[in-house]
T-cell receptor, first 108, second 112 residues
Framework: GQNIDQPTEMTATEGAIVQINCTYQ??????LFWYQQHAGEAPTFLSY????GLEEKGRFSSFLSRSKGYSYLLLKELQMKDSASYLC?????????FGKGTMLLVSP | ETGVTQTPRHLVMGMTNKKSLKCEQH?????MYWYKQSAKKPLELMFV???????ENNSVPSRFSPECPNSSHLFLHLHTLQPEDSALYLC???????????FGEGSRLTVL
C-alpha cells in the first residue's frame, strides 16, 4: 500500500522562502511528483523527481531522498499568487497516489 | 482547445437522478483517469483506462459507471448517488502508465 504524509497548512509572508515536506511509505516507487492546485482549479504539474537530489526550476525546487522516503518542495521569493494547495504524489507501478495536500497561505 | 476538457463544470442532482460527466482530451494520450476530490481528503483514484481498456477500479461503488468509447473520451455515469458522493470529480490523462497527469478543470457535483 501507499502512505503519504504532508502538513495540512502552512503560512508564510511575501518574499520569504518556504519548504513543504512530504514523507512516504510505498510498496513500489518510480518517482515523485509535486502539483499545485489553486482553489476551484485543476492541479498543475510543478516538478518530478526520480533520482536523489535537488531539481531546480525557477523559484521552485524539489528534493528527493529515496532511502529516507522523503521529499520537499522549496518555494523562494514567495508571491501572493503562490497561495494554493501543494500536492505530493508518488508514482507506483501503474498509478499516482496523492497526499492530502498542503494549503499554503502567503500574506503581505 | 485546452488539453483536457470536462463538462459540466457544475452539477446538482437528486439521489434518484441519472446523469453523466464527460471528459475529452486533445493531447493524444493513451490513458485516462477519474479522480474524486473531497474536502480534507487526498485525491482518490476511481478508474484508469489505458487504450480504452479499464486497468484499475479502486473498489468504487457500482452507482459510478465509467465508459471509455475511444482514447479521447471518458464518461462517468452516475445513478442513485448519495449525499456523501458530493465532491469535485477530476479527469486526467497521461501519455503512458503512469506518467505526468494532465488534469481537467473538474466537475463539481452536489447530491441533494
Amino acid at each position: 500500500g501507499q502512505n503519504i504524509d504532508q502538513p495540512t497548512e502552512m503560512t508564510a509572508t511575501e518574499g520569504a522562502i518556504v519548504q513543504i515536506n512530504c514523507t512516504y511509505q510505498t510498496s513500489g516507487f518510480n518517482g515523485l511528483f509535486w502539483y499545485q492546485q489553486h482553489a476551484g482549479e485543476a492541479p498543475t504539474f510543478l516538478s518530478y523527481n526520480v533520482l536523489d537530489g535537488l531539481e531546480e526550476k525557477g523559484r521552485f525546487s524539489s528534493f528527493l531522498s529515496r532511502s529516507k522516503g522523503y521529499s520537499y518542495l522549496l518555494l523562494k521569493e514567495l508571491q501572493m499568487k503562490d497561495s494554493a494547495s501543494y500536492l505530493c504524489a508518488v508514482r507506483g507501478y501503474s498509478t499516482l497516489t496523492f497526499g492530502k495536500g498542503t494549503m499554503l497561505l502567503v500574506s503581505p | 482547445e485546452t488539453g483536457v476538457t470536462q463538462t459540466p463544470r457544475h452539477l446538482v442532482m437528486g439521489m434518484t437522478n441519472k446523469k453523466s460527466l464527460k471528459c475529452e482530451q486533445h493531447l493524444g494520450h493513451n490513458a485516462m483517469y477519474w479522480y474524486k476530490q473531497s474536502a480534507k481528503k487526498p485525491l482518490e483514484l476511481m478508474f484508469v483506462y489505458s487504450l480504452e481498456e479499464r486497468v484499475e477500479n479502486n473498489s468504487v461503488p457500482s452507482r459510478f459507471s465509467p465508459e471509455c468509447p475511444n482514447s479521447s473520451h471518458l464518461f462517468l455515469h452516475l445513478h442513485t448517488l448519495q449525499p456523501e458522493d458530493s465532491a469535485l470529480y477530476l479527469c486526467a490523462s497521461t501519455q503512458e502508465l503512469p506518467g505526468e497527469l494532465f488534469f481537467g478543470e473538474g466537475s463539481r457535483l452536489t447530491v441533494l
